[in-house]
């Protein structure tokens, strides 16, 4: 997937487009396995997908969380004065 990604990259990326992004759906992924190999780096995201709808408790707490971890990441992001906006 680099190599098309570098590739699309090289040969189709318009003056003004962001750099192409490759998707990786899986049934479960090793977090660890996805640092270690740093394809965040390389434009390569992977996901988790399910093939049955979780228990409501479930569900709930990953919101939850993806939540809290969106509130953080917008925390942690710098005003255009140069400030946290969390600040």
Not at 29 to 47: C, T, W
């Amino acid at each position: 997937m680099e190599l098309y990604l570098r590739w699309l990259q090289k040969y189709e990326q318009r003056a003004g487009e962001e750099p192409p992004l490759g998707l990786i759906l899986c049934a479960g992924k090793s977090e660890e396995h996805v640092e270690l190999l740093e394809l965040e780096r390389s434009g390569i995201r992977v996901a988790e997908y399910t093939t049955e709808f979780p228990p409501r408790e479930l569900l709930a707490a990953k919101l939850r969380a993806t939540v809290e971890a969106a509130r953080e990441r917008i925390d942690a992001r710098p005003r255009h004065d140069g400030a946290v906006v969390g600040d």
